[in-house]
């Protein structure tokens, strides 16, 4: 959690160095790199928080049908 928190944070603060420093059409060419990284962490996110949330429900399932079927004698 603490990893991806971070890795969005980044974006922004890349993307606003890069507007405080450079000008022009120089800052018009370097702004791409922070703007692809948060768009491509965000992705990442997503995607690992949507693994994550279905075998932690695939986990629960499996708890919850253990405790309910009964035990065979």
């Known amino acids: 959690t603490v ?3 971070t890795g969005i944070q980044n974006g922004p603060l890349g993307a606003l160095i890069v507007i ?3 000008s022009g059409e120089t800052q018009q060419l370097i702004l791409i790199m922070p703007v692809l990284y948060s768009l491509f ?3 990442t ?3 690992a928080t949507l693994f994550y949330r279905r075998l932690t429900k695939k986990e629960e399932l499996a708890r919850d049908q253990a405790k309910v079927e009964p035990a065979k004698a």
């Open 20 to 22: 405080l420093v450079f």
């Open 41 to 43: 962490i965000i992705i």
């Open 3 to 5: 990893s991806l928190e």
């Open 45 to 47: 996110s997503t995607l």
